[in-house]
């Protein structure tokens, strides 16, 4: 077994820095950055819990099924990353007073919001009336976002590393134009998305809650 594990061992090629020179570049250079970058100051502790109350809420909504609570955590993710780049933006010494009173009023809004959707999930966790039909709609629409994809676009193969570097499949083609289909279709890939938009703004602007961000594959 050990001889047997040794020749796998052998098989493996190390990594030729000299063939691939700009890749080396940038890995040791991003690295360093790593290495050398201060790690940012932590986030306020009454964000953090909010953050950890929001995914148990997630999971409580849709009665902890696993793919359900993954999506519907997805979903959200973007609003919370949206406040934690607003947070440390007002922590900068050097921000001008008039913009950190604008980011102040902006996160006061947004945790009035973020209580409005928690309780939302609540409602969502005890009842099957509209809450929970909203929730269900949102892993939904999540589940059918992750599979679609621009129909007039090129059909995309998976990379195959076994092959050449000079193989056929490698070489740049010529890019043919759309026909009036293909136009028709994209057309309606992209405004479906700004009407769901819309209609997810509406909402959430009169329940004064936040209902998540998706982004759709190109």
């Known amino acids: 077994m050990l001889s047997c594990s040794m020749n796998r061992l052998r098989c493996i090629r190390p990594f030729n820095a000299t063939r691939y020179p700009q890749v080396a570049r940038t890995a040791f250079r991003q690295y360093a950055t790593a290495r050398n970058t201060p790690a940012p100051p932590p986030l306020p502790p009454t964000f953090r819990s909010l953050y950890r109350l929001f995914l148990r809420a997630t999971a409580a909504s849709v009665l902890a099924h696993p793919d359900g609570t993954l999506r519907l955590r997805k979903l959200w993710r973007p609003v919370f990353d949206h406040a934690t780049q607003t947070i ?80 056929p499949e490698y070489q740049r083609r010529r890019v043919k134009h759309p026909t009036p289909m293909q136009m028709e279709l994209r057309m309606h890939f992209h405004a479906a998305p700004r009407t769901l938009g819309e209609i997810v703004g509406m909402a959430e602007g009169w329940g004064g809650l936040s209902l998540g961000r998706t982004q759709r594959r190109r």
């Open 88 to 167: 440390r933006q007002m922590e900068d010494d050097r921000l001008p007073p008039a913009r950190r009173d604008a980011f102040t009023r902006w996160y006061r809004q947004w945790e009035k919001r973020m209580d409005n959707t928690l309780s939302l999930l609540y409602s969502s966790a005890i009842s099957r009336g509209l809450p929970h039909r909203v929730t269900q709609n949102l892993h939904r629409m999540i589940q059918a976002n992750g599979t679609l994809r621009d129909p007039s676009g090129p059909s995309k193969k998976p990379w195959r590393g076994y092959l050449p570097a000079d193989s």
